[in-house]
């Protein structure tokens, strides 16, 4: 009876200590899996981009620098500082470089209009009207306003002259309107304008009084109201 008893009780002893050293190995394994080492990362944890590296909204951002031709916010615009940067000692047109448009008789609260010979960008034509003039560039609301521009602007040797008008937005969602931030209620176009490649900024045509879009960085006279 003595020997079965012993040696039950040396089975169950052996038993016990294989169950421990497995529940150890168990654990060990388990965690070199969850927990890393120092100075790696677990494989599952977002990593973050390499510094200097560009995420994809910031190199279109990058490549989307602005330009002139950029369409703007609608409204009225007001002098940017492009003269300033360029000619610290600015002077006004002299009046033998303008032309006064004769207002229209009898009514006193309409735009009168001048036409400057000095060549300008658009932004810098703006900046003259409206720090020499009190004005903006032409804006033009009715046939009558287009012809007497025209009477005036047709002697010059310069196929068009800067007015007021801007683009905004792109492509078929694009519109058009007045520096001046006054109602855009009529146009002209010349044949096969509005372009779509032709610029963000209107200019008038010298001979036929027609308006077609031109890149704002091209320097020409142009025609201020006030």
């Known amino acids: ?9 040396l089975f169950g002893a052996v038993s016990t200590l294989h169950l421990r050293t ?12 969850i927990t890393p080492q120092d100075g790696e990362m677990p494989e599952n944890e977002p990593k973050e981009a390499p510094t200097g590296e560009l995420t994809p909204l910031e190199k279109e951002e990058e490549w989307y ?19 300033d940067k360029e000619e610290e000692d600015f002077q006004c047109p002299k009046e033998e470089d303008i032309v006064r448009l004769e207002g229209s008789p009898g009514c006193k609260n309409c735009p009168r209009f001048l ?6 960008t658009f932004n810098e034509a703006q900046c003259v009207c409206q720090r020499c003039y009190r004005g903006n560039l032409a804006s033009i609301h009715s046939a009558s306003s287009n012809c007497q521009i025209q009477n005036t602007v047709r002697g010059l040797n ?3 002259v800067w007015i007021g008008g801007r683009v905004k937005g792109w492509g078929l969602c694009r519109r058009f309107f007045w520096v001046d931030g006054s109602c855009w209620n009529y146009a ?39």
Do not use: I
């Open 158 to 160: 310069q196929g068009q």
């Open 188 to 226: 002209t176009w010349a044949a096969g304008q509005p372009s779509f490649y032709g610029g963000g900024c209107v200019s008038f045509c010298t001979q036929g009084g027609r308006w077609r879009l031109d890149s704002c960085g091209r320097q020409l006279p142009f025609v201020c109201a006030y």
């Open 115 to 120: 036409l400057v010979g000095h060549f300008r």
């Open 1 to 9: 009876m003595k020997v079965p008893l012993l040696l039950a009780l």
């Open 65 to 83: 620098s602005g330009t002139e031709d950029d369409p703007e916010e609608e409204g009225a615009v007001e002098c940017d500082s492009a003269l």
């Open 22 to 33: 497995v529940k150890s190995n168990s654990e060990s394994f388990l965690g070199d899996e």
